[in-house]
C-alpha cells in the first residue's frame, strides 16, 4: 500500500514525498477539484470514483499541497482561483518592500522558493479561500552566511490558563487578533538573495535574483526577525515584557488598571480590565501591521472557548473528533477510564513491533491534546517513554485512550469566579511504579485563584530509595512551578495571599521538610532538601497535610479504577459542556 497522506492509504498512488502529489495525479486532480466544471473519463474518473467509495474527501487529501517545482506552480497559475490568490500574495510581498531586483554578488548563493497553495475549508466543510504562500527554501542556507540566531519564544500555554483564571475571576474582556503574513513584517539584518518566484519572471528581470530586505517563510531567521518586530513595536507603546514569560507583554495605568498582550507566533489575545486602551492598541497595532480584529476569543490554536456568566470552558472537541476520524476509531467501544489498572508496560514486553511512525505520530497528538485535558496527562506520559521501540502492547494502550476519548470527547477546563486569591499546589509520587527500572512517577498540578492552570506527570531521572525520597522530588518541583507562578502574578501585580500551600501526602516527607535532620533518608537528596526549606523558612511556601483520598495530583501518578478516577477529574475542575444539563 501507498501512503498518500499521513492517515490515508490507497494502493494505486505512488506519492514520493508527504503531501507531494506526483505528476500524473496532480494534472487528474487538481484541474478536477479547481475546476468542478471539468468532465473526468476513463481512468481519470476511475480514479476519482475509488476514493469516494474509500470515503476520501478532497479536503481530506489536499488541505495544503506542493505542485512539485516551477513546471506545475505554472500549471496552477492557469486557473483563475490560484491565480487570485498568487496575484494578492505577490501584491501583500511588494506592498510591504520585501525584495529588491539586483544583480547576484560573485560568491553569494541564492536561495530556491516555491509556492505553497492551501485550500481553507469552513467548519462545514465548505471551500473558505483559496491561498497561495511564497516560501524560500530556508534548508539551503548556511549558518554563519545568510542567518545567524534562530530562536524565537512562543506563548506558554500554562501562562494561557494562568491569564484565563484571572479573566473568569475579575471579569476580564478576551479579544483575539490575528496578524496577517506575520513573517513578512520582520526586518533582516543578514544579507540573502533569492530566485525569482515562479510566475514572475520577465524579460527584465531575466537572470537576476531578489536581495531580501524583509524575512520571508521558510527562511530559518523569520520567527526571530517577526517577534523582534513586534517586541519592538509594542515596547514603543508603553508595555513592559514579563520575565517570567517573554511573549507576554503588560503596561499598567495610573488609576490601577492594566492591559495585557500575549503572542504565539501571529496569534494575539487582548485582555485586562481597561476596555479604552485595549481598544486604542488595536488601532495602533493596525497602522503597523496587517490585523483581523476576530473579536471576543473563541478558538485559539485547536483550543474551543465558550463563555458565560458561570466562567470560561476551554475543550478541544473538535480536534478530538477529528483525530478519532483519522484513526478510523469514531465506532469504537468506549472506555470509562483511559488506563487499564491491571497493565504495567515495559520496553522488553515480548510483543510483536509496530509501525514507528505512526505510533509517534498518533503519541504526538495526544501530547497536545493533553493541555486542556489533565485526566490523559499520565497515560500519555507513559505510552511517550515508548517511542524508539513501539510494540503492539503499547499501541493497545494508545488505543485505549482513543476510546477514553470517544466516551468524553467534549470533556475540558472550567475557570469559574471564586472567593480563593491564592496559589495551591498539590504534588504526589508513585514509588517505583515503573517495572523497567523501577523510577519512580511525580505528579504535581497547580491552582491560581481557585482554577486548575498548570500540571505535569513525568518520570523521576533517578531512582528513589524511599517513598518519602519520592515525594520530597515531587514536592521540589511543585514548589518551583509555585515560584514561577508567583512572579507571574507579581508582575501582572495581581493581589495574592501568602504564603503558597503545598498538599502532600507522605508524612515522612512533610517531616523532613519542616525539621532540619540530617540521616540516610536525606544526605542524598541534600539540595531538594535545603530547596524547600530555605523557602519554607522564608515564608513563601507552607506544606500542609492532605489525605491520599483528597490528594488531587493522584491522578497524574498511576491508572485509577473508575470512581476514584472520576472523583478526581471532578475536583480538577474539568466538564463537558456538550452534556445536556
Not at 160 to 170: E, H, P, W
Not at 309 to 330: C, F, H, P, W
Not at 404 to 432: H, N, V
Request: proline share 4%; hydrophobic share 40%.
Amino acid at each position: 500500500m501507498k501512503q498518500l497522506s499521513n492517515h490515508i492509504h490507497l494502493p494505486i498512488i505512488e506519492v514520493p514525498h508527504k503531501n507531494k502529489l506526483p505528476i500524473p495525479l496532480a494534472r487528474i486532480l487538481i484541474p478536477h477539484l479547481l475546476n468542478r466544471s471539468i468532465p473526468m473519463h476513463g481512468k481519470d474518473k476511475e480514479l476519482i470514483e475509488t476514493l469516494g467509495q474509500r470515503n476520501v474527501s478532497a479536503p481530506s487529501i489536499f488541505p495544503k499541497f506542493d505542485f512539485g517545482g516551477k513546471e506545475l506552480d505554472h500549471e496552477a497559475f492557469k486557473y483563475p482561483k490560484w491565480k487570485a490568490a498568487v496575484d494578492e500574495e505577490v501584491r501583500a510581498l511588494e506592498k510591504n518592500g520585501t525584495w529588491e531586483i539586483t544583480d547576484l554578488p560573485r560568491g553569494k548563493k541564492p536561495v530556491g522558493c516555491k509556492w505553497i497553495f492551501t485550500v481553507k475549508y469552513k467548519a462545514d466543510g465548505n471551500v473558505d479561500r483559496y491561498k497561495a504562500r511564497l516560501v524560500a527554501k530556508g534548508f539551503t542556507q548556511s549558518y554563519g552566511i545568510d542567518y545567524q540566531e534562530t530562536f524565537a519564544p512562543v506563548a506558554k500555554l500554562n501562562t494561557v490558563r494562568v491569564l484565563l483564571s484571572l479573566a473568569a475571576n475579575l471579569d476580564w474582556s478576551l479579544h483575539q487578533l490575528d496578524v496577517k503574513n506575520a513573517f513578512l513584517n520582520g526586518d533582516l539584518e543578514e544579507e540573502v538573495y533569492m530566485d525569482i518566484p515562479a510566475g514572475l519572471e520577465t524579460t527584465s528581470n531575466f537572470n537576476k535574483v531578489c536581495r531580501l530586505r524583509k524575512s520571508l517563510y521558510g527562511l530559518k531567521q523569520s520567527p526571530r526577525a517577526w517577534f523582534e518586530r513586534f517586541t519592538k513595536v509594542v515596547k514603543g507603546y508603553g508595555f513592559v515584557q514579563c520575565q517570567s514569560d517573554h511573549t507576554l507583554f503588560v503596561k499598567h495605568f495610573p488609576e490601577g488598571k492594566l492591559a495585557i498582550i500575549i503572542v504565539y507566533v501571529d496569534d494575539i489575545i487582548l485582555t485586562g480590565d481597561h476596555e479604552e486602551k485595549i481598544d486604542l492598541l488595536k488601532k495602533l497595532l493596525t497602522k503597523e501591521f496587517e490585523i483581523k480584529d476576530l473579536g471576543n476569543l473563541k478558538y485559539f490554536l485547536g483550543m474551543e472557548i465558550a463563555r458565560s456568566k458561570k466562567g470560561i470552558a476551554i475543550s478541544q472537541r473538535k480536534y478530538v473528533l477529528d483525530l478519532l476520524n483519522e484513526t478510523g476509531m469514531l465506532g469504537c467501544k468506549p472506555a470509562e477510564t483511559p488506563m487499564d489498572t491491571t497493565v504495567k508496560l515495559e520496553e522488553s514486553d515480548g510483543s510483536a513491533p509496530v509501525d514507528k511512525g505512526r505510533y509517534q505520530r498518533l503519541v504526538g497528538k495526544l501530547i497536545y491534546l493533553s493541555h486542556t485535558r489533565p485526566d490523559i496527562g499520565f497515560s500519555v506520559s507513559v505510552v511517550s517513554q515508548f517511542m524508539n521501540n513501539p510494540t503492539e502492547k503499547h499501541m493497545t494502550a494508545v488505543i485505549r485512550i482513543l476510546r477514553y476519548l470517544k466516551m468524553t470527547p467534549g470533556k475540558g477546563l472550567f475557570f469559574q469566579r471564586t472567593t480563593k486569591k491564592e496559589i495551591e499546589i498539590f504534588s504526589d509520587a508513585d514509588w517505583a511504579g515503573s517495572v523497567t527500572d523501577r523510577r519512580s512517577t511525580s505528579g504535581y498540578c497547580s491552582f491560581v485563584w481557585g482554577n486548575l492552570v498548570t500540571w505535569r506527570s513525568k518520570k523521576q531521572s533517578v531512582v528513589a530509595r524511599s517513598s518519602a525520597e519520592a515525594e520530597f522530588r515531587a514536592m521540589a518541583q511543585g514548589i518551583c512551578e509555585g515560584i514561577w507562578l508567583n512572579r507571574l502574578l507579581e508582575e501582572l501585580r495581581v493581589p495574592l495571599k501568602h504564603p503558597m500551600v503545598l498538599y502532600c501526602d507522605n508524612q515522612a516527607a512533610i517531616s523532613i521538610a519542616k525539621n532540619p535532620v540530617h540521616h540516610d533518608r536525606t544526605k542524598h537528596v541534600e539540595i531538594d532538601r535545603h530547596f524547600i526549606k530555605e523557602k519554607i523558612e522564608e515564608g513563601v511556601f507552607k506544606v500542609s497535610y492532605t489525605p491520599t483520598n483528597c490528594q488531587t495530583a493522584d491522578i497524574l501518578t498511576k491508572a485509577l479504577a473508575r470512581v476514584n478516577f472520576e472523583d478526581l477529574t471532578e475536583k480538577l475542575g474539568m466538564i463537558n459542556i456538550y452534556n445536556a444539563a
